[in-house]
């Protein structure tokens, strides 16, 4: 009873749902231009669908300009969307607005961000994931009253059915029959008994629905990922599918590129997290891909596995592979089967890892003598602007002139020690482009009009809190983050340098 109470009171805070995204870190951040305006923007996902996201937006402007947000759902027409929320100045701050958006389904959402001032306007859409990641706790407090209630209601019930069959009938001034008590205590018996009965269904009800709710509660990866490796000629090859217990078999699994590739792969040596790959498997069927291993030495390796479905939902699939030792020199003549994808990348650290002292700067040694710089910041705390702000200067201490590697200026990954929490960064945030491009194509194609104003950046320097600049500026990289947890973290920068992958590594500890 004290559970179908409980649905009572709170069954819209436990909507079913999946925790999705990147593993640990629901968070968005964007770095860019919103028409003229340099913006960082913050969005705080709720923990519960419905629920509220607290969105908080740097907008760096002379004069004062409006700001409003506005949540766009994937399968409702962007003409049905409420009305902007309007977002207020934070007190005490420059250049800072905030304001709060419910978010009442689960599934992909777009939160667009507009910016209105002398200069014109501009707009950027931000897409997120609705889903639950926790099931709230009931307060004790509240327990009690939903249960002196309940029996109000139930014991309120039983009078007035019983007075019904009774007293109801009886003229003023007469008295009770015998006949009339009967009925009186008749009709309160199977009132008693049909109220029992649906708290009992209503309970099971509830109990299944619970568990439902709790199956499909992850708190971490998804889909399902199972993987195998199997040796061919001189490759070592990684096949696995994706989706086969959280999917039916007729589910057809539609996806959309990102960065120009299906999925991101990411291979990190679990025993000391020095070998390190960033690759894109191909699709080999439905749920099936097939991606060819570079030279890692033998061992554990977790995987992390981006991908974004064709309904503008990301997704990070995880699973654990022991990699065997690279091919004997015997099979090295045999004929290779499946083709690296240029774009693949990876690295061996021999030496141990920078580990990075808060207020001073630390460096990475590439192995043409070119660096990587952590730039000076403060004491990482965890819910606060990591100050993620790397110079790359070549042999002479001169900045380095960075190539765009996959659309950007720089690709970084981040995980925490015990794997669970990983973010794949780019110097535009964290949110997924190919998301970001399934909700400017669908209001694109709703409204008829196209967002001249909607610029993404792939730029190396972006608007945060720690940043001196946002103008860009040779060798220099600027990620917005900030870390979910404490705990001590592994950060991967990548560049592409003259043709070259580049991969910098440092160590930190969050607070």
Not at 203 to 209: M, T
Request: charged share 15%; hydrophobic share 45%.
């Amino acid at each position: 009873m004290k559970r179908f109470i409980f649905w009572l009171g709170l069954f819209a805070l436990l909507l079913p749902g999946a925790t999705w995204a990147h593993v640990g870190s629901p968070d968005i951040f964007f770095d860019g231009n919103i028409g003229q305006w340099p913006a960082h923007i913050t969005i705080r996902m709720p923990t519960v669908v419905p629920g509220q996201a607290q969105i908080f937006a740097q907008i760096q402007s002379a004069e004062p300009v409006n700001v409003s947000f506005d949540p766009l759902f994937s399968r409702i027409a962007v003409s049905n969307a409420p009305p902007p929320e309007i977002a207020q100045p934070v007190a005490g701050e420059t250049n800072t607005y905030s304001g709060t958006l419910w978010l009442m389904a689960n599934g992909a959402y777009s939160i667009e961000v507009r910016v209105k001032g002398p200069g014109g306007e501009g707009v950027v859409q931000i897409p997120v994931n609705s889903v639950a990641t926790a099931q709230l706790p009931l307060p004790p407090w509240l327990g009690g009253i939903l249960i002196v209630l309940g029996i109000l209601l139930f014991s309120g019930a039983v009078a007035i059915v019983a007075a019904a069959a009774g007293e109801s009938i009886l003229g003023a001034g007469e008295m009770a029959t015998r006949r009339l008590r009967r009925k009186y205590w008749i009709a309160a018996s199977i009132t008693i008994i049909v109220l029992a009965l649906a708290l009992i269904g209503g309970r099971k009800w509830w109990n299944f629905e619970e568990h439902n709710f709790r199956q499909r509660l992850h708190d971490g990866a998804w889909p399902d990922m199972a993987a195998t490796i199997k040796t061919s000629g001189s490759q070592r090859i990684l096949s696995f599918t994706l989706g086969e217990r959280d999917f039916s078999p007729q589910y057809n699994l539609e996806l959309v590129p990102d960065h120009g590739k299906l999925l991101h792969l990411f291979l990190v040596n679990e025993t000391d997290g020095k070998s390190f790959a960033h690759i894109h498997p191909v699709r080999e069927g439905n749920t099936t891909f097939s991606v060819t291993l570079p030279p890692l030495p033998a061992g554990p390796y977790e995987l992390f596995c981006d991908l974004t479905f064709a309904s503008g939902l990301s997704s990070t699939a995880t699973n654990l592979v022991q990699l065997p030792p690279l091919p004997d020199a015997a099979s090295q003549s045999a004929t290779n089967t499946l083709n690296p994808d240029p774009d693949d990348s990876w690295a061996v650290i021999n030496n141990s890892v920078e580990h990075d002292t808060p207020g001073t700067h630390t460096t990475f040694h590439f192995d043409d003598g070119s660096v990587a710089i952590w730039k000076a910041h403060p004491a990482l705390v965890a819910h606060h602007d990591a100050c993620l702000r790397f110079d790359i200067l070549d042999t002479t201490g001169k900045p380095v002139v960075l190539e765009p590697y996959m659309g950007m200026m720089s690709h970084a990954a981040i995980m925490r020690s015990d794997g669970k929490v990983f973010a794949h960064l780019h110097p535009s945030g964290n949110l997924s482009m190919a998301a970001q491009m399934y909700f400017d194509a669908k209001l694109s194609g709703e409204s008829g009009t196209k967002l001249a104003n909607t610029t993404m950046t792939m730029g190396q320097a972006g608007m945060t809190n720690c940043s001196v600049s946002s103008l860009a500026a040779p060798g220099f990289i600027s990620l917005p983050y900030e870390f979910p947890t404490p705990g001590d973290y592994r950060i991967w920068v990548q560049v592409k340098i003259s043709g070259k992958i580049q991969t910098a590594v440092f160590d930190t500890n969050v607070e």
